[in-house]
């Protein structure tokens, strides 16, 4: 049955007829279009929040709204002519078949159902009678409120557990604390019933102690466990790192320095194996041969690797002393960590290795720069300036190698090489990235460096009064491989042509460097030098952003 309704006015709004019977429109010209559809759902509360919606909706948005309200099933309802009067778009009641256009409002009556297939909307009549559909509805309520209900009851009962988990967390402390209490007085008991045993055995076949005596043997033993007392806790305040493990058993005293050194806390390792919460190891052994020589000798003293509770790996001098003690195999140990003196030691023996292999390096140099250096000269005054040069150069280069791991800066080698040749700052042009070069790269590269400037200073821009030299590098990489890459380029000085014959200086700077690639341009307005260099795997470490190639 459609229902039509006056849409009236409202908050200034023009009154218009919009609702109407829900038919099949018809779509002259084509099919109609198929707009997204809105499912609009409220109960009785919510009419005047349909009539805010509808009077701020825009009536042009191409939507196609489906409405559907939830008062008693027996109310008759008034939507249509209540929504007719809040907007301009038609206000349709659906019963038959319908098909769904933009800009309409479609309404559902509360007795009905919906259903939508190929944008076509229809409604038909429950199948059930309402008074069945309203006893389930009052069954689905009481249900859901059990629902809260437990719901409420469930995370309560969880607050509670948690409480109760919290207060037996506490009380297991309380009871550890207890435990190694009650083991300490044990302890402390048994070496009083030693020293009674002592006192007894001497006194045996003695009718008489006057009471003088009696006292003084009782003030000693008092001044005995005072000193005991002070001494364990000597022994617990000490930043010396000191523990006692059973031998079969767990951990039993951890003082302040085991804390600060493996930093555990002294109520965490109670009672735990030492060598598992270590993770001890013995290099070159394993700790089952350790226990077994402590077992036979008594003591053990040797390096220990240990591992700290934030995951450190100690190495460290470590002494232990087997003692039996009131029926028990306690293990005394003292530790001392020598992690840093190990790593220097470790880096001394490379030191030692490096400054062997260079010292080799540069005598094998020395010997071929002399031997090269007499077949091309034509005169002992020009072997001699020439052999002089290059040893001041590979004397500058080896200067630079303080460190024989952090090598020697590009920058500070390439000024050390030229300035003694550059008249002044203006006519020597220098700017690349900060590189350290390994001692087997830096010294045959200051070697090309100094030739470089030579022959500058004899032939090149060096040699006129205007003339500049430039020279710049950069970082390279080549199929991941770490390169550096430098230009020397002149530039106003005399005219340049390729040399009739090479020398041991040009040899030196196209086959002087192992791993390298040089190109040499005679250009008539100045030479130009491009140098690539390959530089070990761990150079990678210090070169940040890499290029592809020399430009």
């Not at 159902?113 to 009678?129: G, N, R, V």
């Not at 466990?225 to 767990?250: A, C, N, Y």
């Not at 380029?489 to 005399?494: A, D, I, M, S």
């Amino acid at each position: 049955m459609s229902m039509m309704a006056d849409k009236r006015s409202n908050g200034g709004r023009a009154s218009k007829t919009s609702a109407r019977t829900a038919q099949k429109p018809a779509h002259p010209g084509g099919p109609p279009a198929k707009p997204p559809i809105v499912g609009i759902g409220a109960s009785a509360g919510g009419i005047k929040a349909l009539q805010s919606l509808f009077e701020h909706l825009p009536d042009k948005l191409g939507l196609a709204y489906v409405v559907i309200l939830h008062p008693a099933p027996e109310i008759r309802s008034e939507l249509p002519s209540i929504l007719s009067a809040r907007t301009d778009m038609p206000v349709t009641t659906v019963e038959g078949p319908t098909s769904l256009e933009p800009d309409h409002v479609y309404v559902i009556s509360p007795d009905r159902t919906l259903s939508i297939k190929d944008h076509q909307i229809a409604s038909e009549p429950f199948d059930e009678p309402r008074g069945k559909r309203e006893t389930v509805r009052r069954l689905a309520e009481e249900l859901r409120l059990t629902q809260a209900r437990l719901r409420t009851t469930r995370e309560e009962t969880e607050g509670a557990n948690e409480e109760l988990r919290a207060a037996n967390e506490e009380l297991q402390s309380i009871n550890e604390e207890y435990r190694s209490t009650s083991e300490k007085l044990e302890t402390s008991k048994e070496e009083l019933q030693t020293v009674n045993n002592e006192l007894k055995l001497k006194l045996e076949g003695v009718t008489f102690v006057g009471i003088t005596e009696r006292l003084r043997i009782e003030q000693a033993l008092r001044e005995s466990e005072e000193r005991l007392r002070q001494e364990m806790r000597l022994v617990d305040l000490s930043h010396s790192p000191i523990f006692v493990w059973d031998f079969d058993g767990g951990v039993v005293q951890w003082n302040r320095g085991s804390e600060q050194l493996y930093g555990y806390p002294r109520n965490y390792v109670l009672g735990l194996r030492k060598n598992v919460l270590l993770k001890t190891e013995v290099p070159g052994s394993s700790f089952e041969a350790l226990t077994e020589k402590l077992l036979k000798d008594g003591r053990w003293t040797g390096e220990l690797v240990q591992t700290t509770r934030d995951g450190r790996r100690l190495t460290v001098e470590s002494e232990l002393e087997l003692v039996a003690m009131g029926g028990r195999r306690l293990v005394m140990e003292s530790t001392h960590d020598v992690t840093e003196r190990k790593i220097w030691e470790k880096r001394q023996e490379l030191m030692v290795a490096e400054l062997s292999h260079r010292g080799k390096n540069t005598l094998a140099v020395v010997q071929s720069i002399a031997t090269r250096s007499i077949r091309g000269a034509h005169s002992a005054e020009e072997f001699i300036e020439r052999f002089e040069g290059r040893l001041m150069a590979l004397s500058k280069a080896q200067r630079l190698l303080v460190d024989p791991w952090k090598g020697a800066d590009v920058g500070a080698m390439v000024r050390e090489q030229l300035e003694p040749y550059a008249v002044n700052t203006d006519r020597m042009r220098i700017e690349g990235d900060p590189i350290n070069l390994p001692p087997d790269t830096a010294t045959p590269l200051g070697l090309i460096l100094h030739e470089l400037a030579t022959n500058a200073t004899k032939y090149g821009a060096w040699s006129d009064a205007k003339g500049v030299v430039e020279l710049s590098w950069r970082r390279l990489r080549h199929n991941g491989t770490p390169h550096i890459g430098l230009i020397w380029r002149e530039r106003g000085g005399p005219k340049v042509k390729p040399p009739e014959h090479t020398g041991f200086g040009s040899q030196l700077i196209q086959h002087g460097a192992p791993n390298s690639n040089v190109d040499l341009e005679f250009n008539p307005n100045g030479l130009v030098c491009t140098i690539e260099l390959q530089l070990p795997e761990e150079t990678l470490n210090d070169l940040g952003g890499l290029t592809d190639s020399v430009q």
